[in-house]
T-cell receptor
Framework: GQQVMQIPQYQHVQEGEDFTTYCNSS?????IQWYKQRPGGHPVFLIQ?????EVKKQKRLTFQFGEAKKNSSLHITATQTTDVGTYFC?????????????FGSGTRLQVQP | ETGVTQTPRHLVMGMTNKKSLKCEQH?????MYWYKQSAKKPLELMFV???????ENNSVPSRFSPECPNSSHLFLHLHTLQPEDSALYLC???????????????FGPGTRLTVT
């Protein structure tokens, strides 16, 4: 079936180190969204990318959408303890008429002070 | 912060009980969703309602029964659940278009369900 995979599943970094999570789809996505879920919380929308090759930045966070619209990445520069949480990518599978996001499996980030 | 509320926040129920989860959104959205989140499968989509019509049902057991009486309210009726149904149940809402929905989803805080 159609899936959206994320790697790594888990990453532990020292505060100040960079972090990247990758999202890969077996089929073309209409768009890609990223969400963050803090421990004990609920997913919160971060950003949406729509165009092929699009790059967006939010302070220390950089989001990219691949040229083929099948993959995406989230890069955090100089992590802080406030970055702790699970990061999910989610996309609408193109040409299926499916009216719901397909979520990736998530990457759990732990930041050591 | 969130315009989506869920009650109760925590629920413990026996396998023979019947209970309902409630979700309400105050954002004027026209689509609502139920997700199940557990350690084994982070975010499983259960049901999608768009304009009060159920448009997606992802092979969810019949012991889960959704109801969407209007665009602001969503219920999940539970009966004869199993211990493996213990999880965080998240409600979400979004704005959708007649074609493919492309807008972000707003999640509620979730109901932590424990089935004993």
């Amino acid at each position: 079936g159609q899936q959206v995979m994320q790697i790594p599943q888990y990453q532990h970094v020292q505060e100040g180190e960079d972090f990247t999570t990758y999202c890969n789809s077996s089929t073309t996505l209409s768009n890609i969204q990223w969400y963050k879920q803090r421990p004990g919380g609920h997913p919160v929308f971060l950003i949406q990318l729509v165009k092929s090759g699009e790059v967006k930045k939010q302070k220390r966070l950089t989001f990219q959408f691949g040229e083929a619209k099948k993959n995406s990445s989230l890069h955090i520069t100089a992590t802080q303890t406030t970055d702790v949480g699970t990061y999910f990518c989610a996309g609408y599978i193109q040409d299926t008429g499916r009216r719901a996001l397909t979520f990736g499996s998530g990457t759990r980030l732990q930041v050591q002070p | 912060e969130t315009g989506v509320t869920q009650t109760p926040r925590h629920l413990v129920m026996g396998m023979t009980n019947k209970k309902s989860l409630k979700c309400e959104q105050h954002l004027g959205h026209n689509a609502m969703y139920w997700y199940k989140q557990s350690a084994k499968k982070p975010l499983e989509l259960m049901f999608v309602y768009s304009l009060e019509e159920r448009v997606e049902n992802n092979s969810v057991p019949s012991r889960f029964s959704p109801e969407c009486p209007n665009s602001s309210h969503l219920f999940l009726h539970l009966h004869t659940l199993q211990p493996e149904d213990s999880a965080l149940y998240l409600c979400a809402s979004s704005q959708t278009t007649p074609g493919l929905a492309t807008y972000e989803q707003y999640f509620g805080p979730g109901t932590r369900l424990t089935v004993t």
